[in-house]
């Protein structure tokens, strides 16, 4: 087993796990009866940047157990959603049953798409916390990419990487690096989605600053559309670290400034006959 592997295979048993405690009713982060009683769990980002998509083959990657992906499906998307932890693509088989939404989810590693998907989709999209575990965003892209019919888009919307450093801010500290993409291995403790859950499990993140993210969008062949940051946003992502303001977004105050929290990447699969442009 290559070391890629082996790290791969670190992060899939942290994510079985987490799988675990965010469908078990350990933490209330997702919600998923509210899914289940007709609401979405799409931010207000999130639908901002991906617009309408009822009628268009929608392909989530790294969808986990499937909250957004089945919140696609409910505004009119043919949706499948792509996971590499057998016990997520479980849970959300399961539970697009119980909502009575078409979906199809399947087992896979993003930057290793099944060649079955190719040229499927009108929209990708991967969200919040995705490109972090991603040792190659060549082979990340590149399948995104490779799975868009010819006018297509991608859409990510993520957590901002310089955010990603920031472990304390009274006084400043910073856990990672900006970017490099070199493999950091750590311990987890607990989960993102709160609680007091007895999680402590070894990880394997890679951080990727956004010229790498955007050079290996455009290597993959992809038109750039637009590039946004937001320096507020309406899910908590980095739990201790973020302020919560009256109106319940969040922001990431620091020396008097807020620093970006969120991006959105949104590009474009070029027609046939038409080129690459930044």
């Known amino acids: ?63 986990h157990f499937g909250l957004d992906t089945l919140s696609f499906a409910r505004e009119g998307a043919r949706v499948t959603g792509v996971d590499f932890s057998p016990a997520a693509v479980e849970f959300a088989r399961g539970l697009a049953s119980r909502a009575g939404l078409a979906a199809t989810f399947v087992q896979a590693d993003a930057q ?57 801010v009274a006084p400043v500290a910073f856990g990672t690096a900006y970017l490099g993409g070199a493999a950091q291995v750590d311990q987890w403790e607990g989960t993102y989605a709160g609680g007091d859950v007895p999680i402590s499990q070894p990880s394997v993140g890679y951080p990727h ?42 922001r990431l105050p620091i020396g008097g400034q807020d620093l970006p929290v969120t991006y959105s990447l949104r590009a474009t699969k070029p027609g046939l006959g038409q080129r690459v442009r930044l």
């Open 209 to 250: 600053g956004l010229g790498e993210i955007v050079t290996a969008a455009v290597r993959a062949g992809l038109a750039v559309d637009d590039l946004t940051e937001y320096l507020r946003d309406e899910q908590e992502h980095r739990s201790g670290v973020l302020v919560r303001d009256p109106d319940g977004w969040y």
């Open 112 to 168: 290793e798409l099944p060649e079955e998907l190719d040229g499927r989709f009108d929209l990708v999209f991967a969200s919040y916390g995705s490109l972090c575990w991603i040792a190659s965003l060549d082979a990340w892209f590149g399948g995104a990419a490779r799975v868009l019919r010819p006018g297509g888009r991608l859409v990510v919307v993520e957590v901002h990487p310089l955010m990603l450093m920031v472990d304390a």
């Open 1 to 63: 087993m290559t070391d890629e592997n082996a790290d791969l295979e670190v992060n899939r048993q942290l994510w079985d796990r987490l799988t675990e405690v965010h469908t078990t009713g350990e933490s209330a982060y997702y919600d998923i009866d509210g899914l289940l009683a007709g609401r979405s769990s799409l931010t207000s980002i999130v639908r901002s940047e991906v617009g309408p998509v009822g009628g268009l083959d929608l392909l989530h990657l790294q969808c």
